[in-house]
């Protein structure tokens, strides 16, 4: 796989969702000649529940009235061309006309592998956070753990030299991270989905195009989600001699909040420690 980016719409499921979405929007406009191509604007909705990780338009309800045209019908004719044209996204209509566009596990899989590997860009803004210190130490936590993870062999990593600010720490093996079993995600528990959901949402905000990001509160809530998944989601021990595929994934996990703390601190202007 090639290495992309992270601060990056190439790396953003929102705008990968949206591209598709606009595309599929295009040709059910191209198929009805009649109709006017009135202006509009795409916005999606993130949302983690128990069916998975979505994003949510509301396309069909938007243009109902415009086309004369109830939006269930627009809402499936929409998704007709979607699954057409990107396999990322389940595509599923929720009455009275919602599309909703729900991660596959084989993307999900792919996206979190493609972060574990991604470089980190130099810093390019400047912040007035007062106190970004919980931030900061969820970093260092997450380094601690690669580098004991590192040490006794459960992932060998690339790191950051103790003076380099812009690299961060990168899987070399197991690669890929046993991300997946049996076709479908291996970390399900509450902590592991808030913690996916919240960088997933925080990777959208990094994207170029989002220009009101806040990155503070996406970087707080992160922190916190991570606290959370390290509280609950045990790596060592029992875990990691019972199933060590799990282990890794947890690992995984903790690379790729790192990677993303590190980049919503640089977007901030902070600092980024590897220890405290």
Same mark, same amino acid.
């Given at each position: ?13 929102? $705008?990968?969702?949206?591209?598709? +979405?606009?595309?599929? #929007? ?8 009649? +109709? ?9 909705? #993130? ?5 998975? $990780? ?24 929409? &998704? ?29 899989? %792919? ?16 912040? %007035? &956070? ?33 003076? !380099? ?38 990777? !959208? !905000?990094?994207?170029?195009? %989002?220009?009101?990001? %806040? #990155? ?12 959370? #998944? ?20 947890? +690992? ?25």
């Amino acid at each position: 796989m090639n290495q992309k980016i992270l601060c990056s719409t190439e790396t953003s499921l929102k $705008y990968s969702a949206l591209r598709g +979405l606009d595309t599929a #929007f295009s040709i059910y406009i191209d198929s009805k000649k009649s +109709l006017l191509r009135n202006s509009y604007k795409s916005s999606l909705y #993130f949302s983690e529940n128990n069916i998975g $990780y979505l994003y949510i338009s509301g396309l069909a309800l938007q243009h109902s009235k415009s086309h004369n045209l109830p939006p269930l019908e627009i809402a499936h004719a929409i &998704a007709s061309h979607l699954i057409t044209i990107q396999n990322d996204f389940d595509v599923l209509i929720v009455a009275p006309g919602w599309i909703h566009l729900r991660l596959t596990d084989l993307t999900l899989s %792919n996206w979190l592998q493609n972060i574990a590997v991604s470089p980190v860009p130099q810093p390019s803004t400047t912040t %007035n &956070a007062s106190n970004l210190f919980p931030i900061q130490y969820a970093h260092a936590r997450c380094c601690s753990l690669l580098r004991l993870a590192h040490l006794d062999g459960s992932l060998l990593l690339i790191q950051p030299l103790p003076d !380099d600010n812009a690299v961060s720490w990168r899987v070399i093996s197991p690669n890929p991270i046993p991300w997946l079993d049996s076709a479908q995600i291996r970390l399900k528990t509450t902590a592991e989905s808030r913690l996916i959901a919240k960088l997933i949402q925080a990777v !959208d !905000d990094l994207a170029p195009l %989002n220009a009101c990001a %806040n #990155f503070e509160l996406a970087a707080r809530e992160v922190s916190q989600a991570f606290e959370i #998944f390290w509280s609950c989601c045990h790596i060592w021990g029992e875990v990691k001699i019972n199933s060590l595929p799990l282990a890794q994934a947890r +690992l995984g996990l903790v690379l790729v909040t790192q990677t993303v703390l590190r980049s919503l601190l640089h977007r901030l202007g902070a600092i980024a420690p590897l220890e405290l």
